[in-house]
């Protein structure tokens, strides 16, 4: 979210960004028109407010009936000339606002163009491809073949896009939840919160759920209630309509939370399995930074996040997203991808962004050093550190056995206490 008066000064460079993510440049001069509008009503407002006050004051003053009279009558009509006036602002201002909740940030300048996904860039990538001597399996099968998952059950309870883990699988989910979360405060100095998996409306318009997806999003349908779709607007919330100490950032905080999302953009697709679920488990990694740290913080939590693949010994890529494939409220996103050889295909894991200032606008974040310079917009970053379901495909498939079974990485084979899975038990 801009400031009206940066949008009114750099309208042709936030023209380009818009074009850039691929959104239609009729949304800024939406913007800028409802602007002038507002301004102009603004001005013929304040122009009769000053009419109905100087001839108030004017009607004590004169003697002559008449002339008093013509006065009151003066006033009155000024008077009721306020109400549409004010009502108009009212109205304008309204639309102004949802205006401007719908224009995107702007790519940064670092950002590579391109309209859609086939303009993303690979950055880097390691970890080993196996080479299998027989023909891979997909998690859907290795699963319900050991007694790890049972979807059809999952789908008894709640339909389709959701899971029932058994036994070793069970397990696994709550030591690389443990782990992941502990690798993140313990080695990389995040402090660990426990936020409410309900937030209301307002957290997610700042960071920029809301308006434009509600439709991906779970509301209690009786209040301002909606299930969380990360812990990312839980955390980057945290401050909001606050002024922070700049002594105090960055501000590194990461949370263990199911996530809820209806996926309604994408019915139909990936329905088997975990590769597209209603709920999930994530440990999330969010920073609060000063402008001048940023970028370079980023690039810092690109690092955290592929912190648990490296170590896992997966095979990865990092994938620098194009302009037009951001979301909304990014400036610049790396994605992060395992490569899954019995589905055959990239998984995204995590997406690490940075978001200027742009969130911190949409929930009055704000900050100041030494707590009476000048106070200004904090810049806010998340990543996923990571999801659970995609992590979970990974891991089975690259690690399966010519026989069906899991064979775990040492880390983890330490925490299950066991080296490989070959039954729910």
Same mark, same amino acid.
């Given at each position: ?92 201002? %309204?639309?102004?606002?949802? @205006?401007?909740? $719908? &224009?995107?940030?702007? +790519?940064?300048?670092?950002? /590579? !163009? ?101 439709? %991906?999003?779970?509301?209690? @349908?009786?209040? $301002? &209630?909606?299930?969380? +779709?990360?812990?990312?607007? /839980? !955390? ?110 990239? &998984? ?78």
């Amino acid at each position: 979210m801009y400031s009206l008066r940066f949008l009114r000064e750099n309208a042709e460079s936030v023209r380009a960004g818009v074009i850039a993510k691929g959104h239609p440049a009729e949304s800024l001069d939406l913007v800028l028109e409802l602007d002038r509008r507002r301004r102009g009503i603004l001005v013929e407002l304040e122009h009769k407010r000053h009419e109905v006050r100087s001839t108030s004051r004017s009607i004590g003053t004169v003697k002559d009936k008449s002339e008093r009279d013509v006065l009151i009558a003066r006033t009155r009509a000024a008077s009721e000339a306020l109400k549409p006036l004010e009502d108009s602002i009212a109205k304008v201002a %309204d639309e102004l606002d949802a @205006a401007l909740l $719908d &224009l995107p940030n702007t +790519p940064h300048e670092t950002t /590579p !163009l391109g309209s859609d996904a086939s303009g993303n860039i690979p950055v880097a990538d390691g970890g080993h491809v196996p080479d299998f001597e027989f023909e891979p399996r997909n998690h859907v099968d290795l699963a319900e073949n050991l007694g790890l998952i049972d979807f059809a059950r999952s789908a008894k309870l709640s339909g389709s896009g959701f899971w029932l883990h058994f036994g070793a699988s069970a397990r696994l989910q709550r030591a690389l939840s443990n782990w992941m979360l502990d690798l993140q405060t313990r080695e990389h100095g995040y402090t660990e919160v426990y936020p409410p998996a309900l937030v209301r409306g307002s957290a997610l318009v700042g960071t920029g759920q809301l308006p434009k997806f509600a439709d %991906d999003q779970y509301k209690i @349908a009786s209040e $301002d &209630l909606w299930l969380i +779709p990360t812990a990312e607007v /839980p !955390l980057t919330n945290i401050y909001a309509d606050e002024i922070i100490a700049e002594e105090t950032l960055p501000l590194k905080f990461a949370a263990l939370t199911p996530c809820f999302r209806r996926e309604a953009g994408a019915a139909g697709t990936d329905t088997r399995g975990l590769l597209r679920v209603h709920q999930f488990d994530k440990v999330e990694l969010v920073r609060i930074t000063s402008p001048e740290t940023g970028y370079s913080e980023l690039e810092e939590t690109l690092e955290h996040a592929l912190a648990p693949v490296k170590l896992l010994g997966l095979p990865y890529r990092v994938i620098e997203l194009c302009s037009g494939d951001l979301s909304l409220a990014s400036a610049k996103t790396y994605d992060i991808e395992l490569w899954a050889p019995g589905t055959g295909r990239w &998984l995204e894991v995590s997406s690490v962004s940075c978001f200027g200032e742009f969130q911190a606008r949409r929930m009055n974040l704000r900050c100041r050093s030494g707590g009476k310079g000048q106070v200004r917009h904090p810049y806010t970053i998340n990543g996923s550190g990571l999801a659970l379901p995609r992590l979970t495909v990974a891991i089975m498939e690259n690690f399966q056995q010519a026989d069906g079974s899991i064979r775990l990485p040492e880390l983890l084979g330490e925490r299950l206490g066991q080296a490989e899975i070959t039954t729910a038990g």
